[in-house]
């Protein structure tokens, strides 16, 4: 029943993942993708870049258990709530309080099966916070009642300030970029404001997702084709456009762009780094252009972008 429950709720609620083909087949490409030995006999138009050449294989559940507890719980939640929170997991195991118990069996449980994953993303934490704020909260209100019961919500609400320092901070620094005009926003702009109508724009940096894309304005062709000089120009490129971020999902090869050098003139650059970019932490499997440590080297969302004239006509 529960089986066929969800089953009819997500039909409902999701029709063009169920009706529409080019949606489903995307989306199934992306579980072959993640899932490549379970699903040896489904045909999809699979991507054809190895899935181990953008992280999601990963040598161990010990990995994906340290991914999500050093990097996405240790910069979500706070150096403090991490260090609480194994304590308050046995803790509340050890304890006869249902809630407290029922919070750390969800939650260790959800925790050990995410680490498990081959797919590695931050977001995947975001439902078991509560558990995990339950249990850790938990183990705060039993000292307090007991060796200060008359100020037990007083230092309850010390602690819980505390706590809540860090990842407070954090949450505002990302605001704070968040709140800047995103490079790919800027890129789409001077397209729109400068490049003549009708002329043909390529991209390059593109790896397997395509979030690090400006979005090219619709007075203008984007064009898909190999950054060759021959190609660019059998194709009449007249704009080149390139991305470039530490996450994988936007990556310049180097040499390519050295072949083109000599027909490249640099019309407009947009950069979201203020300092090494190499500072900054990025969720790097999930593609989001906006850190999780390292604010103080960013300076908007994006990656670095780059507007060439090839100085090609169409033909």
Same mark, same amino acid.
């Given at each position: 029943?529960?089986?066929i429950?969800?089953?009819l709720?997500?039909m @409902? %609620?999701?029709?063009?993942?169920v009706?529409?083909?080019?949606?489903?087949?995307?989306?199934?490409?992306i579980?072959?993708?993640?899932?490549p030995?379970?699903f040896?006999? @489904?045909?999809?138009?699979?991507?054809?870049?190895?899935?181990?050449?953008i992280?999601?294989?990963?040598?161990?559940a010990?990995?994906?258990?340290?991914f999500?507890?050093?990097?996405?719980?240790r910069?979500? %939640?706070g150096?403090?709530?991490?260090?609480?929170?194994?304590?308050?997991?046995?803790?509340?195991l050890?304890?006869?309080?249902?809630?407290a118990?029922?919070?750390?069996?969800?939650?260790? %449980?959800? #925790?050990?099966?995410f680490?498990?994953?081959?797919?590695?993303?931050?977001?995947?934490m975001?439902?078991?916070? /509560?558990? $995990?704020?339950?249990?850790?909260?938990?183990?705060?209100?039993?000292?307090?009642?007991? #060796?200060a019961?008359?100020h037990?919500?007083?230092?309850?609400?010390?602690?819980?300030?505390?706590?809540?320092?860090e990842?407070?901070?954090?949450?505002?620094?990302?605001?704070?970029?968040?709140?800047q005009?995103?490079?790919?926003v800027?890129?789409?702009?001077?397209?729109?404001e400068n490049?003549?109508?009708g002329?043909?724009?390529?991209?390059?940096?593109?790896?397997?997702w395509?979030w690090?894309e400006?979005?090219i304005?619709?007075?203008?062709e984007? @064009?898909?084709?190999?950054?060759?000089?021959?190609?660019?120009?059998?194709?009449?490129?007249?704009?080149?456009?390139?991305?470039?971020?530490?996450l $994988?999902s936007?990556?310049?090869?180097?040499?390519?762009l050295?072949?083109?050098?000599?027909?490249?003139d640099?019309?407009?650059?947009f950069?979201?780094?203020?300092g090494?970019?190499?500072?900054?932490?990025?969720? #790097?499997?999930?593609?989001y252009y906006? /850190?999780m440590?390292?604010?103080g080297?960013v300076?908007?969302?994006?990656?670095?972008?780059?507007?060439c004239?090839?100085?090609?006509?169409?033909?």
């Open positions: 029943v529960a089986t429950s969800a089953a709720a997500f @409902v %609620t999701s029709p063009d993942l009706l529409n083909p080019q949606t489903r087949n995307k989306v199934l490409s579980v072959v993708l993640v899932f030995k379970v040896p006999g @489904v045909v999809v138009e699979a991507p054809a870049i190895p899935s181990a050449a992280g999601f294989q990963t040598e161990s010990v990995e994906g258990w340290r999500y507890y050093g990097f996405a719980l910069y979500g %939640t150096l403090g709530f991490i260090l609480l929170l194994p304590v308050a997991l046995v803790w509340a050890l304890s006869r309080q249902t809630l118990l029922a919070a750390a069996v969800f939650g260790g %449980t959800a #925790f050990a099966l680490g498990a994953s081959p797919a590695l993303l931050s977001r995947y975001t439902p078991v916070l /509560p558990a $995990f704020a339950t249990a850790v909260a938990a183990l705060a209100i039993a000292p307090a009642r007991r #060796f019961p008359r037990a919500a007083a230092a309850l609400a010390a602690a819980a300030a505390l706590l809540a320092a990842p407070l901070w954090r949450s505002v620094q990302h605001d704070r970029i968040a709140a005009t995103d490079t790919r800027l890129a789409s702009q001077w397209l729109r490049a003549p109508p002329g043909k724009v390529a991209i390059a940096g593109t790896f397997f395509s690090g400006p979005w304005p619709r007075n203008l984007l @064009v898909r084709t190999e950054i060759e000089a021959e190609a660019l120009q059998a194709a009449g490129v007249r704009w080149l456009v390139t991305h470039d971020h530490t $994988f936007s990556r310049v090869d180097p040499e390519v050295a072949r083109l050098a000599g027909s490249l640099l019309r407009a650059e950069e979201p780094f203020r090494p970019r190499e500072r900054a932490s990025y969720d #790097f499997q999930d593609a906006i /850190p440590a390292g604010f080297v300076e908007r969302p994006g990656p670095s972008i780059r507007i004239d090839l100085g090609a006509s169409p033909p």
